[in-house]
């Protein structure tokens, strides 16, 4: 065991655990940030999408010694912000939810498209995706959901 | 429950490497995979882990030049992300690099790492074997340089002392006119190979100066085969064009694929000969 400190949604926090419990665990056992969802728990689904020094990580693959320091955003991070508000109203408006356990993943994957490229094209949308899987929507109706984003918050990213 | 430790440098990174062996953690897209456990417990390492991934000293992309050789050295924490996104990287490099799962795991995933972990199916790997790639290794009061085609011996076996540590990875940046990665999987993106090919080639006065064509996932470690391909050497684009049935012929006795839960033997044979030979009808076009 051993105190570990980052930056959570903008707030240092100090966390006493073994420097290998995943980010994932730590996220949401020790700091409820439930929003972090586990699916596959290898990399390969992007439910426990989080933002890590700014760029797209899989908590499940990252242990906790790895991000000592890191500043970590997680869903409950953007979700009150006006780009975090325009994902989530767009995401509604477009029904790109629907049992709903793919799409906190799925707005961090857009929050950091959108930061780096804020008017994508469809393939571009689909490309930053393609980390997150949906087993309910077949996509179409997610990245329609990226492009309301996109054109509503033009002046957001 | 196994010890970790977090040099503060590269230093202090070696000298623990010394003294007590750890396994070096970059990104640890393939480490936390292979020890995962269940769900809420802690992955099953089994010896000490050393994280590497924040140290920046190693964080780095950048060219050398000397004796008229342009080099692209790759520090041993530069991303995937990092990679694809040089402008210097290599093509087939790049698309290789690319091929590799999704954003969010190139974001995090070392190229370093994915040589070190030596899988057969490596799509990187399958690039550098054909772009002459070096391996910088360095231990306490020591370095060397290995070529990547006898860094790694066997599946997931390296010559990576106990105590030592891949700090980067050298490129030599060479003339190459007819360029090609592809990678054949299940599916787009997150898929590990069924095979891979990378081939690349040069003409100088309208005859072949320089080819390397590497095979992936079709044998122990990527399959190259430096005498085949000097055989090349010299010809025209159109006695090429002659040559590619025994040319095909000759690569069929060095690819000597397995059956596994990805693809089939008689699959992967097949459709590393036909790779072979759409790259070659290419090149021999290129003249």
Redesign the interface.
């Known amino acids: 065991m051993k105190e570990i400190k980052f930056i959570l949604n903008g707030k240092e926090v100090s966390v006493e655990a073994?420097?290998?419990?995943?980010l994932l665990?730590v996220l949401r056992?020790d700091e409820k940030m439930t929003g972090v969802k586990?699916g596959c728990?290898?990399?390969?689904c992007?439910a426990c999408?989080v933002l890590?020094d700014g760029?797209?990580?899989?908590s499940?693959?990252?242990?906790l010694?790895?991000a000592?320091?890191s500043e970590i955003v997680t869903p409950e991070g953007i979700r009150e912000t006006d780009k975090g508000k325009c994902i989530i109203d767009a995401f509604g408006d477009a029904g790109a939810v629907q049992c709903g356990f793919c799409t906190p993943g799925m707005m961090m994957?857009t929050e950091?498209l959108l930061t780096i490229n804020n008017k994508p094209n469809e393939s571009e949308i689909r490309?930053?995706l393609?980390?997150?899987l949906c087993r309910c929507t077949g996509y179409d109706l997610i990245v329609k959901g990226v492009q309301i984003a996109s054109e509503r918050g033009k002046d957001l990213w | 429950?196994?010890d970790?430790y977090?040099p503060k440098d590269l230093k202090d990174a070696l000298s623990i490497r010394a003294e007590y062996n750890p396994q070096p953690?970059a990104?640890?897209?393939d480490l936390?995979?292979r020890y995962?456990s269940w769900?809420?417990t802690?992955?099953l390492?089994t010896k000490s882990?050393m994280?590497v991934?924040?140290l920046k000293e190693m964080k780095y992309i950048k060219k050398e030049a000397k004796d008229k050789t342009v080099t692209l050295v790759i520090g041993g924490t530069a991303t995937l992300?990092d990679v694809a996104n040089n402008p210097d990287t290599p093509e087939v490099l790049k698309k290789a690099v690319l091929s590799i799962?999704?954003?969010?795991?190139r974001?995090?995933a070392t190229l370093t790492g994915n040589i070190c972990n030596a899988s057969p199916a490596g799509d990187s790997i399958c690039a550098l074997y054909a772009l002459d790639a070096v391996i910088v290794i360095e231990k306490n009061g020591g370095s060397r340089e290995v070529p990547i085609m006898e860094f790694i011996t066997g599946p997931g076996r390296t010559v990576l002392g106990s105590d030592e540590l891949v700090t980067a990875i050298k490129i030599p940046l060479k003339a190459s006119s007819v360029n090609d990665f592809t990678k054949v999987g299940t599916r787009?993106?997150?898929a590990l190979s069924k095979l891979s090919f990378t081939g690349v080639a040069d003409y100088k006065n309208g005859r072949i100066d320089s080819i390397a064509l590497t095979f992936g996932a079709v044998g122990p470690t990527v399959v190259r085969s430096v005498e085949l391909e000097k055989k090349l050497i010299g010809l025209s684009g159109s006695e090429l064009k002659a040559r590619i049935p025994k040319v095909i012929d000759d690569y069929s006795t060095v690819i000597v694929p397995i059956d596994d839960q990805r693809s089939t033997a008689v699959y992967r044979k097949k459709v590393a000969l036909n790779l072979l030979e759409k790259y070659l009808k290419e090149l021999s076009s290129h003249e």
């Open positions: 073994d420097p290998l419990k995943r665990d056992e586990e728990g290898e990399g390969e992007g999408a890590k760029v797209l990580v899989n499940c693959m990252i242990p010694g790895a000592e320091g994957a950091a490309e930053a393609s980390g997150n | 429950m196994v970790s977090r953690l990104g640890g897209t936390m995979v995962q769900s809420g802690l992955p390492f882990v994280f991934g924040h992300t799962a999704a954003p969010a795991l974001n995090n787009r993106a997150n």
